[in-house]
């Protein structure tokens, strides 16, 4: 067996985790957000260079199986508002109104789609239906769409769009320069609510182009250097596929799902009934549950609020990271959405960022060390650090330097665990699991502002989300409404979206009989969805006659993945503390991770820190590190 190499782009850092049977290594590099393949490779090279002692990319890439790639730019784009100018032609019964339905809905809608709006009558005939078709498009490019959806609403969906696809393709040649793509939201998910058919068709035009334009890019690079089988794209639903075979919006929120593949893993391992994540990154905090065993999903997700057709991971995304800008509005502390990435970055990295971030703020406390911050491979500059935040936040607020920094980081506390508290109930056995290169920073502050008393931070925490993608197979799932509520209906359903599953199993390289295959009916009963398991292939007994129902086949073909060990509370030994660090203006004890041998723990006040991670353990919390490199902390 080859290597594996997960990869987890996100809007600040990429990581990169190659499991190489026992061992992981593991590194991280800049995103590089105007050609996102230079930090995919840049990685890359870092990770041959910890693997061989030389950078050796083409000995790297030839030696490995798989490479699995999950990426946070559909998400961030989302919370950030940065895509194409959408615009979308309405027909039969679907009103921008019912899309609008809600306060979220609307407040999307208005963002991606603006007034670029138009309705096309399918009661015309013949000259009068082309030229009002024409001139519908028309008016979308004037407006200054670049991409369109076409949505009907109602159950002849598929002909309708069909007529509209047929004379739009005479008249507007994919083959011209300048052609508007266009997306026909029954070609993109077979959905019978039309609301959310057109959402989904909606994120999906949105993540497409950038997701496209990178992907394939990358996956050219990768052939030329060697690569033994196409990328694969880790999806939000917890499986890989080829980039040819993968729609964009299931790329929305994949390093999150990421992580929580990993949460999932761990949660079983040290046998955590209730375990909440905090995967803090450049930009976001994605937030997400594993609750005994499983991982909080939707049979419809979410994204922004908004319910599409695919089944989702529940995981929150809150626009609050380590590169999130910090300022002052109308005499408060506002933390993100916005974010300064990883270009210019936060101002201590001396990339030209001017925005205050909380990583400046934490450099101002001492929290962080210039000579050991990203392993030594970032230098980031105090007094830039103290500069920003006296200019941003100090100056309008009429305080210290230290004073503004301190009430940077509780803001960005609050805001960090007041969405815990949203998003689940805690519980007396909730476990916080803090990963991600920010997530470590100040967890104990954030959980106890939520109720939590005990963190886990993993060892690999830096690299968490990547590391969560080996836990991860090659699948795919399809789904069809059940228009014929009867055996014979259902067996016709049956073998036709087997038919999907084999050629689609056969595009990965791999025989449906190779397959794990799982066919599941999904009922839909007053706006409430149960998935359930189809026995014997038959229909259960006793559904609800004004029930929708919707046949699913997955297929998956089953990867290795990686093997966990280490436990807690078996053997303690006294933490090894070499040096002390001035935080906050208090000297506390520094301990690194590496240098800790197996059961060893301390209590706080202490800096923890390795390579890729550093946080603070308050007084009243002790912390322990197993065989593993896994660190629990508990509260008194």
């Not at 009934?273 to 994605?286: A, Q, R």
Request: proline fraction near 3%; charge should be neutral; include cysteine.
């Amino acid at each position: 067996m080859g290597k594996l190499i997960n990869i987890d782009n996100g809007g600040t850092l990429t990581d990169i985790c190659v499991i190489d049977g026992d061992q992981v290594h593991r590194t991280k590099t800049l995103t590089t957000p105007h050609d996102l393949s230079r930090c995919l490779f840049d990685g890359l090279a870092k990770a041959s260079k910890a693997i061989y002692g030389k950078e050796d990319l083409i000995a790297l890439i030839t030696s490995t199986d798989h490479i699995r790639y999950s990426t946070t730019q559909g998400t961030n784009a989302l919370i950030e508002r940065k895509g194409p100018r959408l615009g979308i032609v309405l027909t039969g019964g679907l009103t921008a109104a019912a899309l609008k339905a809600d306060g979220k809905a609307a407040e999307l809608f208005d963002a991606v789609m603006g007034d670029r709006v138009t309705t096309l009558d399918l009661k015309l005939k013949d000259a009068d239906f082309d030229m009002a078709a024409i001139k519908a498009i028309n008016a979308l490019s004037s407006a200054g769409a670049n991409r369109v959806i076409v949505a009907h609403g109602g159950a002849d969906r598929s002909e309708q769009e069909t007529r509209i696809k047929n004379l739009l393709l005479r008249k507007f040649p994919q083959h011209l320069l300048g052609a508007v793509p266009i997306l026909y939201t029954h070609e993109v998910v077979e959905d019978d609510n039309d609301v959310r058919r057109t959402w989904t068709a909606i994120f999906n035009a949105f993540l497409h182009p950038a997701m496209e334009r990178f992907l394939y890019n990358a996956e050219h690079k990768l052939r030329t250097n060697k690569a033994q089988n196409p990328l694969l794209i880790f999806r939000n639903d917890g499986n890989s596929a080829r980039v040819a075979k993968t729609i964009a919006l299931k790329t929305y929120s994949s390093g999150p799902r990421g992580g929580m593949e990993g949460a999932r893993a761990i949660a079983a391992h040290y046998g955590f009934k209730h375990l909440v994540s905090m995967d803090v990154g450049g930009t976001t905090t994605d937030i997400g549950e594993v609750r005994d065993g499983a991982v909080r999903s939707e049979s419809r997700g979410l994204v922004e609020g908004v319910q599409v057709s695919f089944p989702l991971s529940d995981v929150h995304s809150v626009g609050v990271g380590g590169s999130s800008i910090i300022k002052v509005v109308d005499g408060h502390i506002k933390v993100g959405p916005q974010s300064v990435g990883s270009a210019p970055g936060p101002a201590c990295f001396g990339l030209g960022g001017t925005e205050a971030t909380i990583t400046d703020a934490f450099l101002v406390q001492g929290l962080l060390d210039p000579a050991s911050f990203f392993g030594g491979d970032l230098n980031i500059d105090l007094e830039r650090a103290r500069s920003v935040v006296q200019e941003k936040i100090a100056k309008p607020l009429n305080l210290s330097v230290e004073a503004a920094a301190a009430a940077m980081e509780k803001a960005w506390v609050e805001k960090v665990a007041a969405s815990l508290k949203e998003f689940t109930r805690i519980e007396k056995d909730t476990v916080l699991a803090a990963f991600g290169g920010a997530g470590p920073f100040v967890v104990c502050k954030v959980a106890e502002a939520a109720g939590i008393s005990r963190v886990l931070i993993p060892g690999l925490a830096a690299v968490f989300s990547a590391f969560g993608l080996g836990f991860s197979d090659i699948g795919h799932q399809y789904e069809a409404p059940l228009r014929q509520r009867d055996a014979a209906g259902l067996k016709a359903c049956l073998a036709d979206l087997n038919d999907q599953a084999e050629r689609g199993m056969y595009a990965e390289g791999f025989a449906l009989s190779d397959c794990v295959i799982e066919n599941s009916l999904l009922v839909t009963a007053k706006n409430v969805d149960e998935r359930r398991p189809l026995a014997n292939g038959a229909l259960p007994s006793g559904l609800p006659s004004d029930a929708l129902l919707s046949i699913s086949v997955s297929a998956t073909r089953k990867l290795p993945h990686p093997k966990l060990k280490g436990s807690f509370g078996k053997k303690k030994a006294e933490a090894v503390s070499k040096v002390k660090r001035k935080v906050g203006g208090q000297e506390i004890a520094l301990f690194r991770v590496e240098d800790q041998k197996a059961g060893a723990s301390a209590a706080g006040p202490a800096v923890l820190e390795e390579a890729y991670f550093t946080g603070r353990i308050d007084a009243g919390w002790s912390f322990e590190v197993n065989d593993s490199g896994d660190i629990l902390l508990s509260r008194s």
